[in-house]
């Protein structure tokens, strides 16, 4: 079963846009293939639970306020159905969250899931080139074989994140050939992250590697040179400049992407007065969207662009409190193992932190790869985090409880 679920990580990066072009309607709903494989880790995730029941407290206690929230809200969503398939799609972030918990020998005994998560770049990686040769989309952006360049950025951040952790693992240092690879891995990344002209993406990677340099090694605030190179590429400028906060507008003129992003928040907050306790139900945002925004025209929808502009809109308050203790409880289980994987447990925080920054103005939650490949790698980081703290306490106990140790205690 371990074997299936890494075999699944290992193909997901590459079946986005394979699966849309298969996409069907079903009672009003459209599923692509990708259902099939979302049955496939539920199953996968309910057989395991069934055998490991003891070992997944640690998940539930995590998890579980966000999905009892999001399961109460069904009840009173404009699109019972739709709300249904979004919660089984989280319910799918949860169990590749909860499964290296439930089989911690197999996550924290290899790097298996760091592993495939690299190996699964080398198809989209491979696929940039083409896109490269062929002039990228009419954006000019890199989004490889996923649906959207931001999904790729994101998805680029984490196999960072696995190649910082490969690099720095306490337990097993690479060799000069190994670690060149991984430099090599590395920049092929970082140049993919730069053509996918993902704002957001980029602020995570400085927060990422800035944290990184502090904690870690300093040699890596090298890559802080990048920033300010960036500055003269045309095409940053040019996205840079795409960032006016400013609303207030001639007539005619159009507004910058996040100035469209605060306006459509404003309208939003404005027509969840009365409900923001418990919120308008899950996938209330998409189908109210085109009520209370002027900027949705005719038959068009939208999301929030804003994981939690829309968990406020769909769950109140109580949504996003439980959607945010999750990024805490992460960030507070990797901290307290700090003391005994430092590496470790920094590279985990400053991959949770990246993905709180990109989840200010995209919908994350929605980015089905992106997550599962998120969440099993920073639930490997805990677990990992967690073995090394029990392996260097344990054998501080064995030395201390040696006779001639005691003794020395003892005067």
Known sequence: MWNLILGLLLIRATLDNFFDEFRLEVGGADFSPGVLLNVIVLAVFALLLFKNRSRAALPFLFWAPFLVVLAISIAHTPDRIGAIRLYAVQVTYFAFFAIPFLLPNTATRNDGIVDVLLISSVVPFVYGLYELATGFNSEFRAQSTFPHANIFAFYILIVMSGILY?????QARPTLGVLSAYVGLLLVALGYLLLTQTRSAWIAF?????????????RLMLAGVVIPALLFVPAVQTRLED???STDLAAGEALSSYAWRQRLWEQAFDDLKGHDVLGKGLGAFHVNSTSFSDLVTGDQTTEAHSAYVQTTYEN???GLSAF??????CIGALLNSRRYAPAESTIGVACVLAML???YSD????????NWYAWSFVAFMICKCRAIQ??????FTQRVSRPSNLRQLRT
């Open 324 to 329: 945010l203790w999750i990024y805490i409880a």
């Open 316 to 318: 109140g308050w109580v």
């Open 390 to 395: 029990a392996s260097k306490a344990g054998l």
């Open 206 to 218: 400085g927060v990422m590697f800035g944290l990184a340099a502090l904690l870690i090694d300093k």
């Open 363 to 370: 919908n994350t939650p929605y980015y089905l790869s992106y």
């Open 166 to 170: 490969k690099v720095y693992n306490q």
């Open 243 to 245: 960032t006016s906060s």
């Open 357 to 359: 920054i990109v989840n």
